[in-house]
Antibody, heavy 122, light 107 residues
Framework: QVQLVQSGAEVKKPGASVKVSCKAS????????ISWVRQAPGQGLEWMGW????????NYAQKLQGRVTMTTDTSTSTAYMELRSLRSDDTAVYYC???????????????WGQGTLVTVSS | EIVLTQSPDFQSVTPKEKVTITCRAS??????LHWYQQKPDQSPKLLIK???QSFSGVPSRFSGSGSGTDFTLTINSLEAEDAATYYC?????????FGGGTKVEIK
């Protein structure tokens, strides 16, 4: 079955970086995009950006531009999201999701990974 | 960016009752509106894609309607397992955005 499995929880200090992985299985990785969405504790969903697993093209949320980098490794069907210069308000569960569209506009998301809790605290 | 406004924020409903959740977009998004269900401590799950297309495996009591700026998610005959927060999501233009969520509680 189609599945996305994310890396484990992280605790980081302010100013540090975190890199979350998302390993895909059960489908042709390069035929879809991967979107990243985060959810702060008790809050709603926030779209962070999208990457094409076909050619590596990306679109990032403007508020994260310069701090976020999304990449893929097609040899292992794994997507990565790196967030730098972490602040306390980056504390959230980070989700990857398969994007129905391989193009930059994006579509609906299914399935989602199980989520990775990133805690930023001194 | 396109703002999605969901209402209500919270709804307490008895089993078998009908639930209606609305999502209003700040500008026309055609049918590029999707609905998700998120249960506590779980990842969101897709219910409806492109406003009215039921996703595979989703119970038939879930349905969606609307186009342009006004959309509705309907749960016919609510079941206890439907207790969750429901989110709308637009993919019409970047950045993608989500509604604030509607929490459905079972009385």
């Amino acid at each position: 079955q189609v599945q996305l499995v994310q890396s484990g929880a992280e605790v980081k200090k302010p100013g540090a970086s975190v890199k979350v992985s998302c390993k895909a299985s059960g489908y042709t990785f390069t035929s879809y995009g991967i979107s990243w969405v985060r959810q702060a504790p008790g809050q709603g969903l926030e779209w962070m950006g999208w990457i094409s697993a076909y050619n590596g093209n990306t679109n990032y949320a403007q508020k994260l531009q310069g701090r976020v980098t999304m990449t893929t490794d097609t040899s292992t069907s794994t997507a990565y999201m790196e967030l730098r210069s972490l602040r306390s308000d980056d504390t959230a569960v980070y989700y990857c999701a398969r994007d129905s569209s391989s193009g930059p506009q994006g579509g609906w998301f299914d399935p989602w990974g199980q989520g990775t809790l990133v805690t930023v605290s001194s | 960016e396109i703002v999605l406004t969901q209402s209500p924020d919270f709804q307490s409903v008895t089993p078998k009752e009908k639930v209606t959740i609305t999502c209003r977009a700040s500008q026309s998004i055609g049918s590029s509106l999707h609905w998700y269900q998120q249960k506590p401590d779980q990842s969101p799950k897709l219910l409806i894609k492109y406003a009215s297309q039921s996703f595979s495996g989703v119970p038939s009591r879930f349905s969606g309607s609307g186009s342009g700026t006004d959309f509705t998610l309907t749960i016919n005959s609510l079941e206890a397992e439907d207790a969750a927060t429901y989110y709308c999501h637009q993919s019409s233009s970047l950045p993608h955005t989500f509604g604030g969520g509607t929490k459905v509680e079972i009385k």
